[in-house]
């Protein structure tokens, strides 16, 4: 390397390089902040939803409200965020329709299919081996071969989840509702891979928005052929020995658990890459916990909150695992 070279790496090491890794240390923290938002709001979910469907409520018609109210939530900042390139949106429309049948209204409604079959524990624990599948993809797909710390920030995460989940205790798996899991797994992947995907020149606001819109009305086309059961009552929902009126649940469903649940999550994939954005989503199962001890009174064992402990230090440590940029 001549002198030419020498002075270009002496300047990017006193300025850009040093300007970059700010910028990289700042990304990364926000994208966390935002991947934990993303969780802890998917968390509520399965107890929110649970109530509904001891009611008479249908896992079909529990996802086609959720996703309608979240992407009449999300749809005007879907809009404002375009800009106006409108081109963009055409161009990624096999993305946007692949994000709204896989990511949110496949994984939803085989998630809550499955929570009507079986332990939402067990349900959680085959849709969250979703990032084993993101690390294998990345490695088929782009020769990403996951390094040795990250599988061991893997395994720990993964008996950490097993912890959380005390299966221990001998829980019984459904058949069907082990195969309705793992189609939620094959959702919540998409989610990931599509939504870290920063090279559509989509804006994460555009493809939340789009996708959303995209699921309700794939689920809404469903339902009015007859394929989807759609079922509804408006009896009051009780959580945590307090009755509430039916379209409660329903509003926060909508609001909180998707529409800020998948806007916060694409935003925090953008900044974290799918990989670690997936291992950060773990939290999820840890947000289920806590949010089923407040609404169903269910106090999790010291083994679980051990379990927590556990996945927070295989986020950690597959953080670690993460292939520095140049």
Known sequence: MGDFGHDAVRTSVDGGVVAGGTRGRSRTGSGLV???LSAASFGSAGPLAGGLLATGWSPGAVVLVRVTI???VVAPFAAVSLRGHWPALRR???TVLAYGALAVA???????????????????LIEYTAPAAVVVWLWLRHAQRPGAVTLAGAALAAVGLLLVLDLFSGADLDPVGVLWALGAMVGATTYFVLSADDTTGLPPLALA????????????LLGAVGVLPLRATTAAVTYADRTVTWWV?????????AGLAYTTGV???????SRLASFVALLEVVAGVVAAWLLLGQLPAAVQLLGGVLVLAGVVTVKLGEPRAA
């Open 34 to 36: 935002l991947a934990v």
């Open 92 to 94: 990624n429309a096999l």
């Open 70 to 72: 979240a992407a009449l």
């Open 106 to 124: 496949g994984a939803q409604f085989c998630y809550f299919s499955a929570v009507a079959r079986m332990d939402v524990g067990p349900a959680l």
């Open 249 to 257: 649940p329903l509003l926060v469903l909508g609001v909180v658990t």
């Open 267 to 273: 935003l925090a994939s953008r900044r974290l890459g």
């Open 209 to 220: 928005g789009g996708g959303l819109l995209t699921g309700a009305v794939a689920l809404g």
